[in-house]
Protein backbone atom coordinates (compact mmCIF):
# COMPACT_ATOMS: atom_id res chain seq x y z
CA UNK A 1 0.00 0.00 0.00
CA UNK A 2 1.71 3.07 -1.27
CA UNK A 3 -0.67 5.45 1.14
CA UNK A 4 -1.94 7.28 -1.92
CA UNK A 5 -5.55 7.22 -2.34
CA UNK A 6 -7.44 7.35 -5.93
CA UNK A 7 -11.05 7.36 -6.07
CA UNK A 8 -13.36 6.07 -7.97
CA UNK A 9 -11.39 3.08 -9.29
CA UNK A 10 -13.22 2.06 -12.20
CA UNK A 11 -15.87 4.86 -13.94
CA UNK A 12 -18.10 4.16 -16.68
CA UNK A 13 -19.83 7.32 -18.53
CA UNK A 14 -20.64 8.53 -21.98
CA UNK A 15 -19.64 10.68 -24.73
CA UNK A 16 -19.75 14.68 -23.74
CA UNK A 17 -20.29 14.31 -19.98
CA UNK A 18 -18.01 15.91 -17.14
CA UNK A 19 -15.98 13.34 -14.53
CA UNK A 20 -14.18 13.79 -11.12
CA UNK A 21 -11.53 11.84 -10.01
CA UNK A 22 -10.08 12.58 -6.40
CA UNK A 23 -6.71 11.82 -5.18
CA UNK A 24 -5.29 12.09 -1.40
CA UNK A 25 -1.67 12.05 -1.04
CA UNK A 26 0.05 10.14 1.36
CA UNK A 27 0.31 11.62 4.40
CA UNK A 28 3.02 14.37 4.83
CA UNK A 29 3.45 14.94 1.00
CA UNK A 30 3.14 18.29 -0.65
CA UNK A 31 3.10 17.50 -4.62
CA UNK A 32 0.73 15.51 -6.29
CA UNK A 33 1.37 14.55 -9.65
CA UNK A 34 -1.82 13.45 -12.06
CA UNK A 35 -0.96 11.06 -15.00
CA UNK A 36 -2.57 9.09 -17.73
CA UNK A 37 -1.79 5.39 -18.78
CA UNK A 38 -3.12 4.79 -22.41
CA UNK A 39 -2.13 1.78 -24.45
CA UNK A 40 -0.23 3.74 -27.05
CA UNK A 41 0.54 6.96 -25.41
CA UNK A 42 2.16 5.15 -22.10
CA UNK A 43 2.53 7.30 -19.35
CA UNK A 44 1.76 10.75 -19.86
CA UNK A 45 2.32 13.76 -17.48
CA UNK A 46 -0.41 15.58 -17.06
CA UNK A 47 0.26 18.27 -14.62
CA UNK A 48 1.41 18.43 -10.51
CA UNK A 49 0.73 20.56 -8.30
CA UNK A 50 2.89 21.72 -4.88
CA UNK A 51 0.90 22.66 -1.57
CA UNK A 52 -1.45 24.02 -3.38
CA UNK A 53 0.28 25.95 -6.67
CA UNK A 54 0.29 24.56 -9.55
CA UNK A 55 4.31 23.80 -10.61
CA UNK A 56 4.34 21.94 -13.71
CA UNK A 57 2.38 21.39 -16.69
CA UNK A 58 2.48 18.74 -19.08
CA UNK A 59 -0.09 17.31 -22.10
CA UNK A 60 -2.90 18.38 -20.04
CA UNK A 61 -6.17 19.50 -22.60
CA UNK A 62 -8.07 22.07 -22.05
CA UNK A 63 -10.94 20.48 -21.40
CA UNK A 64 -9.55 19.34 -18.10
CA UNK A 65 -8.53 20.94 -15.20
CA UNK A 66 -7.46 19.75 -11.88
CA UNK A 67 -6.67 21.88 -8.17
CA UNK A 68 -4.94 20.54 -4.75
CA UNK A 69 -6.97 22.17 -1.62
CA UNK A 70 -5.98 23.25 1.64
CA UNK A 71 -6.22 19.85 3.11
CA UNK A 72 -3.90 18.71 0.15
CA UNK A 73 -6.38 16.11 -1.56
CA UNK A 74 -6.73 16.86 -5.38
CA UNK A 75 -9.34 16.75 -7.81
CA UNK A 76 -8.91 16.21 -11.63
CA UNK A 77 -11.99 17.06 -13.85
CA UNK A 78 -12.61 15.98 -17.52
CA UNK A 79 -15.07 17.19 -19.47
CA UNK A 80 -16.44 17.05 -22.69
CA UNK A 81 -15.34 13.86 -22.33
CA UNK A 82 -14.53 11.98 -25.70
CA UNK A 83 -13.82 8.04 -26.38
CA UNK A 84 -10.08 8.80 -26.64
CA UNK A 85 -10.22 10.17 -23.30
CA UNK A 86 -10.48 6.43 -21.63
CA UNK A 87 -7.60 5.51 -19.94
CA UNK A 88 -6.10 5.02 -16.54
CA UNK A 89 -5.18 7.83 -14.46
CA UNK A 90 -2.47 8.05 -11.91
CA UNK A 91 -2.22 10.40 -9.31
CA UNK A 92 1.30 10.31 -7.49
CA UNK A 93 2.38 12.04 -4.25
CA UNK A 94 6.41 13.00 -3.00
CA UNK A 95 7.53 14.98 -0.24
CA UNK A 96 8.50 18.21 -1.91
CA UNK A 97 8.59 19.77 -5.74
CA UNK A 98 11.81 20.05 -6.95
CA UNK A 99 13.85 17.54 -4.99
CA UNK A 100 15.39 13.19 -5.71
CA UNK A 101 12.26 12.43 -3.81
CA UNK A 102 10.47 9.48 -5.61
CA UNK A 103 6.60 9.58 -6.42
CA UNK A 104 4.55 7.53 -4.48
CA UNK A 105 1.41 6.06 -6.83
CA UNK A 106 -1.83 5.58 -6.41
CA UNK A 107 -4.19 2.23 -7.27
CA UNK A 108 -5.40 4.76 -10.70
CA UNK A 109 -8.60 5.27 -11.72
CA UNK A 110 -9.90 3.44 -14.91
CA UNK A 111 -12.34 5.66 -16.69
CA UNK A 112 -14.47 4.35 -19.83
CA UNK A 113 -16.02 6.80 -22.44
CA UNK A 114 -18.79 5.10 -24.37
CA UNK B 1 12.50 19.67 -22.38
CA UNK B 2 13.73 16.62 -20.87
CA UNK B 3 12.67 13.17 -22.58
CA UNK B 4 13.27 9.41 -21.98
CA UNK B 5 13.34 6.71 -24.63
CA UNK B 6 13.09 3.23 -23.64
CA UNK B 7 13.82 1.49 -27.35
CA UNK B 8 12.49 -1.96 -26.72
CA UNK B 9 8.98 -2.51 -26.26
CA UNK B 10 9.45 -5.69 -25.00
CA UNK B 11 12.42 -8.15 -23.52
CA UNK B 12 11.81 -11.79 -23.55
CA UNK B 13 14.46 -13.63 -20.91
CA UNK B 14 14.97 -17.07 -19.23
CA UNK B 15 14.78 -17.72 -16.14
CA UNK B 16 18.27 -17.62 -14.08
CA UNK B 17 19.71 -15.46 -17.05
CA UNK B 18 20.90 -12.19 -16.58
CA UNK B 19 18.25 -9.29 -17.72
CA UNK B 20 18.94 -5.79 -18.85
CA UNK B 21 16.18 -3.40 -19.37
CA UNK B 22 17.39 -0.19 -21.74
CA UNK B 23 16.75 3.77 -21.02
CA UNK B 24 18.24 6.57 -22.25
CA UNK B 25 17.78 9.83 -21.35
CA UNK B 26 17.89 13.43 -22.26
CA UNK B 27 17.45 16.74 -19.92
CA UNK B 28 19.24 19.79 -20.06
CA UNK B 29 21.07 20.40 -16.81
CA UNK B 30 21.73 17.55 -14.38
CA UNK B 31 19.27 14.06 -13.81
CA UNK B 32 17.78 12.46 -11.33
CA UNK B 33 16.81 9.20 -12.94
CA UNK B 34 14.22 6.29 -11.85
CA UNK B 35 13.15 3.23 -12.42
CA UNK B 36 9.77 1.79 -11.46
CA UNK B 37 7.33 -1.26 -11.88
CA UNK B 38 4.11 -2.00 -12.42
CA UNK B 39 1.94 -5.43 -12.20
CA UNK B 40 -1.18 -5.58 -13.69
CA UNK B 41 -3.90 -3.83 -12.63
CA UNK B 42 -1.79 -1.67 -10.04
CA UNK B 43 -0.13 1.67 -9.85
CA UNK B 44 3.64 1.95 -10.45
CA UNK B 45 6.54 0.98 -7.47
CA UNK B 46 9.87 2.85 -7.44
CA UNK B 47 12.97 0.36 -7.20
CA UNK B 48 15.67 2.47 -7.41
CA UNK B 49 16.74 6.30 -8.29
CA UNK B 50 20.17 7.85 -9.22
CA UNK B 51 20.87 11.27 -7.85
CA UNK B 52 24.93 11.51 -7.86
CA UNK B 53 27.58 9.60 -6.87
CA UNK B 54 28.14 6.38 -7.52
CA UNK B 55 26.87 5.04 -11.16
CA UNK B 56 25.76 1.69 -9.99
CA UNK B 57 22.51 2.16 -7.60
CA UNK B 58 20.62 -1.21 -5.72
CA UNK B 59 17.14 -1.65 -5.58
CA UNK B 60 14.43 -3.14 -4.39
CA UNK B 61 14.19 -7.05 -5.32
CA UNK B 62 17.44 -7.62 -6.12
CA UNK B 63 17.82 -5.00 -9.18
CA UNK B 64 20.01 -2.27 -9.98
CA UNK B 65 21.04 0.01 -12.60
CA UNK B 66 24.14 1.46 -14.37
CA UNK B 67 24.40 5.50 -15.01
CA UNK B 68 26.50 6.08 -17.76
CA UNK B 69 27.00 10.08 -18.57
CA UNK B 70 28.53 10.13 -21.44
CA UNK B 71 25.73 7.58 -23.32
CA UNK B 72 23.04 9.34 -21.23
CA UNK B 73 21.81 6.00 -20.58
CA UNK B 74 20.64 4.20 -17.21
CA UNK B 75 19.52 0.81 -17.90
CA UNK B 76 18.16 -1.70 -15.32
CA UNK B 77 19.57 -4.87 -14.53
CA UNK B 78 19.47 -7.94 -12.54
CA UNK B 79 21.37 -10.82 -12.33
CA UNK B 80 19.27 -13.82 -12.24
CA UNK B 81 15.69 -13.30 -13.61
CA UNK B 82 13.07 -14.60 -11.69
CA UNK B 83 9.34 -15.96 -13.18
CA UNK B 84 8.06 -13.29 -10.68
CA UNK B 85 9.89 -9.78 -12.47
CA UNK B 86 7.25 -10.32 -15.59
CA UNK B 87 5.62 -7.18 -15.71
CA UNK B 88 6.29 -3.28 -17.53
CA UNK B 89 8.91 -1.59 -16.21
CA UNK B 90 9.15 2.42 -16.58
CA UNK B 91 11.88 4.92 -16.92
CA UNK B 92 11.33 8.03 -15.65
CA UNK B 93 13.75 11.04 -15.17
CA UNK B 94 13.37 14.40 -13.89
CA UNK B 95 15.99 18.03 -14.17
CA UNK B 96 17.66 18.80 -11.68
CA UNK B 97 17.16 22.26 -12.06
CA UNK B 98 14.59 23.19 -14.21
CA UNK B 99 11.26 21.97 -13.08
CA UNK B 100 9.37 19.56 -11.45
CA UNK B 101 8.08 17.44 -13.58
CA UNK B 102 8.83 13.50 -13.97
CA UNK B 103 8.50 12.26 -17.47
CA UNK B 104 8.41 8.57 -18.08
CA UNK B 105 9.03 6.56 -21.33
CA UNK B 106 6.74 4.51 -22.81
CA UNK B 107 7.84 1.27 -20.55
CA UNK B 108 9.06 -1.84 -21.59
CA UNK B 109 7.28 -5.46 -20.60
CA UNK B 110 9.56 -7.79 -18.93
CA UNK B 111 8.76 -11.98 -19.81
CA UNK B 112 11.11 -13.87 -17.64
CA UNK B 113 10.27 -17.61 -19.30
CA UNK B 114 10.37 -20.65 -16.66
Known amino acids: DSGVTQTPKHLITATGQRVTLRCSPRSGDLSVYWYQQSLDQGLQFLIQ???????AKGNILERFSAQQFPDLHSELNLSSLELGDSALYFC?????????????FGEGSRLTVL | AQSVAQPEDQVNVAEGNPLTVKCTYS??????LFWYVQYPNRGLQFLLKYITGDNLVKGSYGFEAEFNKSQTSFHLKKPSALVSDSALYFCAVRDMWRDDKIIFGKGTRLHILP
Open chain 1, 92 to 104: ASSVAGRSAGELF
Open chain 2, 27 to 32: VSGNPY
Open chain 1, 49 to 55: YYNGEER
